[in-house]
Antibody, heavy 119, light 106 residues
Framework: QITLKESGPTLVKPTQTLTLTCTIS??????????VGWIRQPPGKALEWLAL???????LYSPSLKSRLTITKDTSKNQVVLTMTNMDPVDTATYYC???????????WGQGTMVTVSS | DIQMTQSPSTLSASVGDRVTITCRAS??????LAWYQQKPGKAPKLLIY???SLESGVPSRFSGSASGTEFTLTISSLQPDDFATYYC????????FGQGTKVEIK
């Protein structure tokens, strides 16, 4: 059974860097084709894709946020880490990680973690 | 950049109604379009992938179709469990979600 679980701070101050960890189980980050992405959702608003990392360490970023995002993986720890710099109150959202399936949809999602940006 | 325009933003319907939600792409896509259902406080759930393929375990009252740059999610007979928000999602170089359609009780 594939599961993903997000972890990280619930509150960050403006200008700080956010670091979120997605811990996976039931699959490995090694096999060809595997990808894990991050998606966020501000309260009451739509989903927004942020970044994705592939099994071969290739990475894709949202063009609008690319300068602020870094995605990495630790295959031995079964973790995918997203960092977002220069946090602002508009970045307040629930952040999800999700498993990319072979046809580029997200078939399994974590429960999400709510991050509030406030001084 | 491909933009996804989802409509309507809100839809009021009754149990048993046939419901249709549309996503229009700003340019031609591959068939890499998916539909998700999201309930309050929960993560999205994949319903349809590749425009018209039903995800395992999803009731057959859900269906998807495509015609050119227009993609449609249809619920053939709305059930109480279907009141939720629905999102389309495309992939072409990167991923984009639609703005969402809230299906509420009429």
């Amino acid at each position: 059974q594939i599961t993903l679980k997000e972890s990280g701070p619930t509150l960050v101050k403006p200008t700080q860097t956010l670091t979120l960890t997605c811990t996976i189980s039931g699959f490995s980050l090694s096999p060809s084709g595997v990808g894990v992405g991050w998606i966020r959702q501000p309260p009451g608003k739509a989903l927004e894709w942020l970044a994705l990392i592939y099994w071969d360490d290739d990475k894709l970023y949202s063009p609008s946020l690319k300068s602020r995002l870094t995605i990495t993986k630790d295959t031995s720890k079964n973790q995918v880490v997203l960092t977002m710099t220069n946090m602002d109150p508009v970045d307040t959202a629930t952040y999800y990680c999700a498993h990319r399936d072979p046809v580029d949809s997200f078939d399994i999602w974590g429960q999400g973690t709510m991050v509030t940006v406030s001084s | 950049d491909i933009q996804m325009t989802q409509s309507p933003s809100t839809l009021s319907a009754s149990v048993g109604d046939r419901v249709t939600i549309t996503c229009r792409a700003s340019q031609s896509l591959s068939s890499w379009l998916a539909w998700y259902q999201q309930k309050p406080g929960k993560a999205p759930k994949l319903l349809i992938y590749k425009a018209s393929s039903l995800e395992s375990g999803v009731p057959s009252r859900f269906s998807g179709s495509a015609s050119g740059t227009e993609f449609t999610l249809t619920i053939s007979s709305l059930q109480p469990d279907d009141f939720a928000t629905y999102y389309c999602q495309q992939f072409n170089t990167y991923w984009t979600f639609g703005q969402g359609t809230k299906v509420e009780i009429k």
